[in-house]
């Protein structure tokens, strides 16, 4: 197969350089959509090119001067022998148009940037889990891995060093795995993540509705928790069939042992639902949105001591 990249003499050049140049970002383009074909040079693809380089180049400098943060957002338990926990989400504040995970990890991951970022997030998460628990506030807190990170063979022993050299339990997190990045080598994610489990991690299957949805993720791998997708919270009320589907998953999960914990819960009307049909955790606007890691600490040392109403 070839990807074939054509510029034009004299539109889209007047020197053999520049016209190589850009036959070589048109080639880039042919790639990008999927190989085995041509593609004729347009200034777009130059505008593009350049904006790609100019992110890789910003996420490049903001992981060597650390200029990432986590915040962390709480996932309330709806029964009272369950406590109460957070999720780690990355923040770039210099990140100005980019600076929203949901653009920039995906970019990092097709870059080759996010086994950096995924170290940082890991040893941030962990770091304050310790001073947690120095503090005399113990806090469990869950990660998101993207599915390099966890096509990695030596993805347990990275976790368990780390845990390790910040003396703190593995139990204390627990790490949430997206569906796309199950379906990859399914056999082989099943061993990691019986490692991972043998380890003391706990898992989560992230966005569970989002993709394939298969019901066999629930079944086969060793996952303690599922958490249903937000799009699936914020359409509850527009027709009976999400309802369904969200009384489905919360059934099916507790006949065969996996907490619950639903995403994206922004509304009275909402929890109140999830409540009813037995989910186990929720997390949204509603309860609370992500903040740093002080408002964090206050927000759970409140929770924890509320008095019954
Ligand atoms: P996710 O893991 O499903 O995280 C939940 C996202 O929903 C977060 O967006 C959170 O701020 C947002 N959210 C929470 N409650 C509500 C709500 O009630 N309403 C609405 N509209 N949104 C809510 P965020 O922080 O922008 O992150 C987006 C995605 O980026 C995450 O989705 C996750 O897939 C990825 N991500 C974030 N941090 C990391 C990280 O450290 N590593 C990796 N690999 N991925 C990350
Ligand atoms: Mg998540
Ligand atoms: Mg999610």
Known sequence: GASIGIAMFPDDGESSEHLMKNADAAMYQAKALGRNRYCFFEPAIEARLRSEMELFTALRQAIENEQFQLHYQPIVPLSDALGSYGEALLRWPGGGSQASPGLFIPFAEQHGLIEDIGHFVLHAACRFVARSIEQGQPQSISINLSARQLAMSDLPDILSQAVMQHGIPAAAIELELTESSLIQNLTAISHTLTRLRQAGFRLAIDDFGAGYSSLNYLVELPVDKV??????????????????????????????????????VETAEQLAFLQAHGCHYVQGYYLARPMNEQDYLVFQALAQNKSPA
């Open 227 to 264: 958490k249903i997708d937000q799009r699936f919270i914020w359409s509850l009320f527009n027709s009976p069939r999400n309802q369904a589907v969200v009384k489905a998953i919360l059934s099916l999960a507790r006949s065969i042992g996996i907490q619950t914990v639903a995403e994206g």
